[in-house]
């Protein structure tokens, strides 16, 4: 395929090849903004945008670091920001930026409490966000549960899960509970998938058990049904 000359790719299939581990995120006018990702030569900070009614992508701007693997996600101001992640040069990544999706900027934040990537960030009343589960140099995966203030005034680091793990699900309940299910951890220098579930309470930060999945999974997806 010939690469396109400009900054518009008429069609999915027509977006840079070979990147993968990308994120997206949708914007309050129904557009697609789509950070980093990753290719043979390393990670990348190009922030694309999908424009779902000409169907159309266009490069917008670049990151003000080059990740993937990382969270793009709404703060309680509706930015979107962008944390931690990987790439080939620094490795896990610690730093976090403000994305303006309106004409392609970034600016640096507040740092998280350690380098992460492969986390989910729920977003808490208070406009904070926790940050669960990943991957890191750290032994294991991660137990650390932080709270991240992207103010960078009101961070907390001195909360863990029960076990740590990587490739989890998240799922806010709505009823100030979240769910935290299987994923991956390590037993010596073993990796094993987790069947097991923990439950957060958003207002006292309470972590406890909550019971085991029928099979150890991970990479998965919950989806709440009317029942509850």
């Known amino acids: 395929m010939t690469a396109p000359t400009d900054d518009r790719f008429e069609s999915i299939a ?11 995120i949708l914007l309050p006018d129904g557009g697609v903004l789509i950070s980093g990702g990753d290719r043979a030569t390393g990670g990348v900070s190009d922030l694309q945008r999908y424009d779902s009614k000409s169907g159309a992508f266009t490069r917008i701007g670049q990151m003000f670091e080059s990740r993937f693997v990382h969270i793009l996600v709404h703060d309680a101001r509706d930015r979107v920001i962008a944390l931690g ?71 907390r680091c001195d909360l863990s899960l029960v076990t740590g793990r990587v490739h989890e699900e998240v799922f806010k309940l709505g009823n100030g509970q979240v769910l935290v299910f299987g994923g991956l951890t390590t037993y010596g220098n073993d990796v094993v998938f987790l069947s097991s579930v923990e439950r957060i309470d958003e207002l006292t930060l309470q972590i406890r058990p909550a019971g085991s999945l029928p099979h150890a999974r991970k990479k998965f997806q919950a989806t709440l049904l009317n029942d509850g």
């Open 14 to 24: 027509d977006m840079p090849l070979g990147v993968s581990e990308a994120r997206a």
């Open 85 to 155: 992640g990987f790439n080939r040069t620094s490795r896990f990544l610690q730093s976090a930026e403000q994305i303006d999706p309106a004409n392609g900027t970034a600016t640096p934040i507040a740092p998280l409490c350690a380098p992460r990537d492969n986390q989910h960030a729920v977003p808490l009343a208070d406009g904070r966000l926790l940050l669960i589960g990943g991957d890191s140099d750290e032994a294991g995966y991660i137990r650390r549960l932080d709270i991240y203030d992207p103010a960078g005034t009101d961070t």
